[in-house]
C-alpha cells in the first residue's frame, strides 16, 4: 500500500491521448451541428410562417427526442460495437439535415425532419460518455469527463449562436448544409480515430425493447448507489433555475438583453473554469466525500434572492452556486464506475435524458411559477426544495458508503486495512443502546451470539468512518429486521430447497 | 425469492469457498448494512450456510468477534439451482458484483 503514487495526470495528457482526441473533435462537431440545426429551422419556420407560438413549439420539440432516442436508442451502443453506432448516429443525421436543406420542403416535413435528428443525439452522446471510460482508465478519465462537459456546454452555446449568425450572413439552407458537413466530418473523425471494439454485450437472446429499457431501468434505480448518484445528477434541474427565469428575473432589476445574457454566461462560465480546479486541487476520495455538501451548498445559495439583491449581487450568488456545482464530475465519474461496461451507454441515456427533461420541467414550472410569482421568489423556492432534496441525497450516501463511497469502504473495512487511511470513530452510545435493546427482542438462546456479531459490526462501520448517523441508522435496521428473525430463528430446522 | 435475497446469494456465490463476516455480504451484496440478517439466518436454518466464530480472543484483541459465514457444499448447490430458477432473476438485469477498487 505504500507503494509511491504515480505522478497525478494533467489535462496535456489527456489530449495526447489520440483516440480523445478523435472523440473530443468529433463531440464538438456534433453538439454543435445539432444546436444549429434547432437554431437555423426555429428561424426558417419562424420566417415561414412569422408565428413565434409555433417557433416556440419547433424549439421545444428538440427536447422530446431525448425521451424517445433516450430510452429506445441507447441501449444500442451496449449490443454493437460503439464506434460503428457513433458513426451511424452522424451518417444519419447528415443525410437528414441535408435533406431539410433541400428547397421546397414542406413545413411539417422539416419538422419531423429535426424530430428525427435530434433522435439520433442521445444514443450518440450515450455511446460517446460510454467509450470515453475505454479510452481514459482512473485519473486520466474523470479529466476526460470534465474536458467533454466543458466542451459541450461551451459547444451548446456556440452552436446556438454560430447558427444565428450563419443563417443570417448565407441563408438558412446553406447554413443546413454546412450542419449536414459538419456531422460527415464528425463521422469520419470517429471511423478513423477511434480503434474498432466488440460489443459490449452481444445479443445472445432475443428480447423486445421494451423488455431491455425495463432492464435498463431496473439497473440505475435497482441499486441504491446508483440512485443516489442519479439524484445528484439531475439536482441539476433545481439549481439552473436561475437560467430559466433569467429573462424575467433581470427585467425586474431594471436590467435589458444583455443583463439576462450576463447571467446566462455567468453560470456557464463559473462551472467551467472551477470543473478543472475542483479536479486539480481536489484528492479522488474528497471529491466523493465533498458531493453531498457540495450539491446542497449549489441549491441554498440560491435561497439567497429572498433578500432580493441587485444584478451585481445576483451575479455573486448565482456563480457561487454553479461553482458548487462542480460535484457534478464526481457524480458522474462515481457512476461510471457503479455501471457495468455492457449497460454503459443505457445507463448514460436514462441519465442524459433525466438531466434533460428534469431541466426542460424545471424550466417551464419556473415559468408559470414567474407568472403569478416574483422571479426571485421562484428561484428561492427552488433553490429550497433543491436544498432539501440534496441534504436527503447527502445523508444517504454518507450512511450506504461510509468514509467516501462504496469502493473506499471496501477497502477500509476488508481485511488489509492500513492504520494510518482509517478515519477511526468511535461506537456511538447511543446505537450501541439501541442494538442491545434490538437483541432483547430476539429469542433469549439466540441472544449472546447476536450481541456479539451486531456489536462487532457496529465497530466495523465505525472504524470505516460512519459517524453517529450512520450508525444509528444501522441500529435501526437491525430493529426494523427483528421481528422477522424472531420466526426465522423460531422456525423449525429444516434442511433443503427453499420452501 | 425476493431481490435481497437474489443479491446475497450472488453475492456468497461469487466466492462460495470464501468467509465473509455480515458487513462484508452486504458490501458485496450492495445492500445497505443491517438487512441481511433475517436471510442469513433463514439460510443457515436451511443448511446452505455454515457460521462460526473468529478465532481471535475477544478479551486480548479488545473488541467483540466477527461471526463468519460460508456456503455449505449442498448450500451452494442448491443455491445455483435456486438461482437459476428465480423468476425476476439478477442476471437478467446485469447488476453484477464489481470488484473492489477506486475511481483512481
Aim: charged share 15%; hydrophobic share 50%; net charge positive.
Amino acid at each position: 500500500m505504500s507503494v509511491q503514487a504515480p505522478p497525478r495526470p494533467r489535462f496535456r495528457d489527456v489530449f495526447a491521448v489520440r483516440e480523445f482526441r478523435a472523440v473530443w473533435f468529433s463531440e464538438i462537431l456534433s453538439v454543435a451541428g445539432d444546436r444549429l440545426a434547432l437554431v437555423a429551422l426555429t428561424l426558417l419556420v419562424f420566417d415561414r410562417t412569422k408565428s413565434p407560438l409555433l417557433a416556440a413549439i419547433v424549439y421545444a420539440m428538440g427536447y422530446l427526442p431525448w425521451v424517445i432516442g433516450g430510452l429506445c436508442l441507447t441501449d444500442l451502443a451496449d449490443r454493437r460495437p460503439r464506434r460503428q453506432v457513433m458513426v451511424a448516429c452522424d451518417a444519419a443525421r447528415a443525410v437528414l439535415v441535408a435533406a431539410m436543406a433541400m428547397p421546397g420542403v414542406p413545413l411539417l416535413a422539416l419538422v419531423a425532419l429535426l424530430f428525427a435528428t435530434t433522435m439520433f443525439t442521445p444514443p450518440f452522446e450515450s455511446a460517446r460518455a460510454a467509450v470515453t471510460p475505454d479510452i481514459l482508465h482512473g485519473e486520466l478519465y474523470i479529466l476526460g469527463a470534465a474536458v467533454t462537459q466543458t466542451t459541450f456546454l461551451a459547444a451548446q452555446v456556440a452552436g446556438a449562436v454560430g447558427g444565428g449568425v450563419a443563417v443570417v450572413f448565407i441563408g438558412t439552407r446553406p447554413a443546413l448544409a454546412t450542419d449536414s458537413a459538419t456531422f460527415v466530418l464528425s463521422g469520419l473523425l470517429i471511423a478513423f480515430g477511434l480503434r474498432a471494439r466488440p460489443a459490449a454485450r452481444p445479443d445472445t437472446v432475443q428480447s423486445s425493447p421494451w423488455a431491455r429499457t425495463r432492464e435498463g431501468f431496473r439497473l440505475v434505480f435497482g441499486d441504491r448507489a446508483l440512485r443516489t448518484l442519479l439524484g445528484f445528477g439531475w439536482l441539476v434541474a433545481f439549481y439552473t433555475v436561475p437560467e430559466g427565469v433569467a429573462a424575467p428575473y433581470t427585467a425586474r432589476l431594471g436590467g435589458g438583453p444583455i443583463a439576462t445574457g450576463l447571467v446566462l454566461a455567468s453560470t456557464a462560465l463559473a462551472t467551467t473554469i472551477v470543473t478543472p480546479l475542483f479536479i486539480r486541487f481536489v484528492r479522488a476520495r474528497q471529491r466523493l466525500a465533498l458531493m453531498g455538501p457540495l450539491a446542497t451548498a449549489a441549491c441554498a445559495a440560491l435561497v439567497l434572492t429572498t433578500f432580493r439583491p441587485g444584478l451585481a449581487a445576483s451575479l455573486v450568488i448565482f456563480s457561487v452556486s454553479a461553482v458548487f456545482g462542480s460535484y457534478q464530475i464526481a457524480a458522474n465519474t462515481a457512476f461510471v464506475v457503479r455501471v457495468p461496461n455492457e449497460r454503459r451507454s443505457q445507463a448514460f441515456g436514462i441519465a442524459n435524458m433525466g438531466v434533460v427533461v428534469g431541466q426542460g420541467a424545471g424550466f417551464v414550472a419556473a415559468g408559470a411559477a414567474s407568472e403569478v410569482l416574483a422571479p426571485a421568489t421562484v428561484i428561492a423556492i427552488g433553490g429550497g426544495i433543491g436544498a432539501i432534496a440534496a441534504l436527503i441525497l447527502a445523508l444517504r450516501w454518507r450512511q450506504g458508503f461510509p468514509a467516501t463511497g462504496r469502493h473506499a469502504a471496501q477497502r477500509t473495512i476488508g481485511d488489509a486495512v492500513d492504520p494510518r487511511q482509517q478515519k477511526a470513530r468511535k461506537v456511538a452510545p447511543s446505537a450501541n443502546g439501541l442494538l442491545t435493546a434490538t437483541v432483547r427482542l430476539l429469542p433469549a438462546d439466540h441472544r449472546n451470539r447476536y450481541r456479539q456479531e451486531y456489536r462487532s459490526e457496529l465497530l466495523d462501520l465505525a472504524q470505516a468512518g460512519a459517524g453517529r448517523i450512520g450508525q444509528l441508522r444501522y441500529a435501526f435496521r437491525q430493529l426494523r429486521s427483528a421481528p422477522q428473525m424472531w420466526f426465522t430463528l423460531r422456525s423449525p430446522r429444516r434442511r433443503g430447497a427453499m420452501p | 425469492m425476493t431481490l435481497p435475497t437474489q443479491l446475497v446469494l450472488r453475492a456468497l456465490l461469487a466466492e462460495p469457498t470464501q468467509e465473509m463476516y455480515g458487513l462484508q455480504i452486504c458490501q458485496a451484496a450492495g445492500l445497505p448494512s443491517g438487512t441481511i440478517h433475517p436471510i442469513l439466518a433463514r439460510f443457515e436454518k436451511l443448511g446452505w450456510l455454515e457460521s462460526r466464530w473468529e478465532d481471535a480472543n475477544p478479551h486480548e484483541e479488545g473488541r467483540p468477534r466477527r461471526r463468519y459465514y460460508r456456503l455449505t457444499e449442498d448450500g451452494a448447490e442448491q443455491a445455483r439451482i435456486a438461482m437459476g430458477r428465480a423468476t425476476t432473476s439478477i442476471s437478467t438485469i446485469g447488476l453484477r458484483a464489481r470488484p473492489a477498487g477506486g475511481l483512481a
